[in-house]
């Protein structure tokens, strides 16, 4: 079922976890699939797949720590996030955080 935007954001905000979607080439499915995490087609975009992390707050400070927002890009958070060659596929990562506000990198 695709979500929209403000679905997902009531959803964070009721369970103050930090929902991480990254979307990734679908020319890397069976990497994604060899890695055994679960993907659904983005809604508008045939070509890309999405993944989804939920951090709790603990799990998203460390991840911070790993991802210094100002001088990282979609890449390199999938590449934390993921791992290294999966990161080479990514295209963009939307973060919601339980405040409401959203963090977009591509």
Known sequence: MTQTTADRRKEV???????????????????????????????????????CISLDAGEYEDFQADANFNYTDEQDIGAILLNAELGEYVTKVTIFKPDGNIISFY
């Open 13 to 51: 905000a009721k369970s103050g976890y930090y929902d991480i979607y990254i979307e990734i080439d679908c020319d890397c499915e069976e990497l994604v699939d060899a890695c055994g995490l679960e993907y659904e087609e983005v809604a508008d975009d045939s070509t890309q797949n999405e993944i």
